[in-house]
């Protein structure tokens, strides 16, 4: 595996899918591709795809799978005195082999400020969010007193939907005592995530986090605090900003769904998908990897990716 030494050939280096002849994968998601090694492993393939609203554009970036997998990978070793995570091993920048868990049918998202969709809700006036109280006199981008919890479904197809703690036990989602620990583990979570990005001059703004069981012991699976389930902003003026009502850069997908809807292609996004141009998908490359560097401290050094489909044809025949 050679390293990436000219950034003029970014865009070759993308893994839309992976493919392996002989081996179908075993499950596709919007971002991963997911291979079974046995009952109780996985391999977890970060791709390059990129999702917004739901929708998955047919071009990739190039190398946010690895910056993905390894911003994940970085976080879960930050988060292990509070919970057990999934990951058994990352043989590969793209590529985690996890335990596989019983997903619950629940993400746990985290607030701490006023953004993104709860901003959304609050501006057309809504005080309930998922059944939690939101103050009044509140400004975009303000901080909560304390973290929320808004939780959402994991719909198999179509749209997560907001629900509330209350809904999750009556329905039957979640057991209330299985609730009651995950919301004390997601709160502290979330905590130790925005320590870590404060250390770093950053602000964890809210995150989604994925709960799976195996032998009833509650994992977290999946990601965690990366580019994509989280929003990050800088700590450095976010104060100034506030106070003048400006926008915060961000530093995560919301800058892709920022561009859908400034450029209109939002609203017509259910009838036709936009062509992502080259240089929008260079600077969602250099957010991703921003967000890496600052997070991690470290130079993000590309793997090529040309070989990646052998690799992991190797990897599965073993
Ligand atoms: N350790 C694990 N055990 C079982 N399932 C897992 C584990 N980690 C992640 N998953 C599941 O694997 C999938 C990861 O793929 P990806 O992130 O692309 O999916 P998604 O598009 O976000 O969600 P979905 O495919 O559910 O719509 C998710 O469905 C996630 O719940
Ligand atoms: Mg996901």
């Known amino acids: 595996m050679n390293s990436i030494a000219d950034s003029s050939q970014l865009l070759e280096h993308c893994i839309q899918q992976t493919s392996v002849p002989g081996r179908p994968v075993d499950y596709r998601g919007k971002v991963r591709d997911i ?55 990352v043989p590969h920048p793209n590529v985690t082999i996890a335990r596989k868990c019983h997903p619950l049918p629940v993400e746990v998202v985290v607030r701490g400020y006023l953004t993104g969709h709860a901003w959304r809700v609050y501006k057309e006036g809504g005080r309930l969010l998922c059944g939690q109280s939101l103050p009044e006199g509140m400004r975009q981008h303000e901080a909560f007193p304390n973290p929320i919890i808004t939780p959402s479904t994991k719909a198999h197809e179509g749209h997560d939907e907001d629900i509330s703690e209350d809904e999750i036990i009556a329905r039957g989602l979640v057991s209330g005592e299985r609730w009651t620990e995950i919301r004390e583990i997601a709160i502290r979570l979330f905590r130790r995530g925005w320590n870590v990005a404060h250390e770093k001059g950053l602000i964890l703004v809210d995150t989604k986090y994925e709960f799976g069981l195996s032998d009833d012991e509650l994992v977290l ?17 976010y104060e100034e900003r506030l106070e003048k009502g400006k926008s915060q850069k961000q530093l995560s997908k919301e800058f892709l769904r920022e561009w859908l809807i400034e450029s209109g292609h939002h609203a017509t996004l259910d009838q036709k998908l936009p062509v992502l141009p080259d240089d929008l998908r260079i600077s969602i490359y250099n957010r991703y990897r921003e967000l890496y560097e600052k997070l991690t401290g470290e130079t993000f050094i590309p793997v090529s990716t040309k070989e990646f489909n052998r690799w992991l044809g190797d990897l599965l025949a073993k």
């Open 35 to 89: 291979y079974y090694l046995d009952p109780n492993r996985m391999a977890i393939v970060a791709t390059d795809r990129i999702s917004a609203f739901d929708h998955i554009f047919n071009e990739p970036i190039p190398f946010k799978g690895q910056l993905l997998n390894q911003l994940a990978w970085y976080g879960f070793r930050r988060i292990e005195d509070i919970c057990t995570h999934h990951v058994l091993e």
């Open 221 to 237: 699976i999946d990601e965690v605090h990366t580019a994509d389930s989280s929003r990050y902003f800088y700590a450095d003026g």
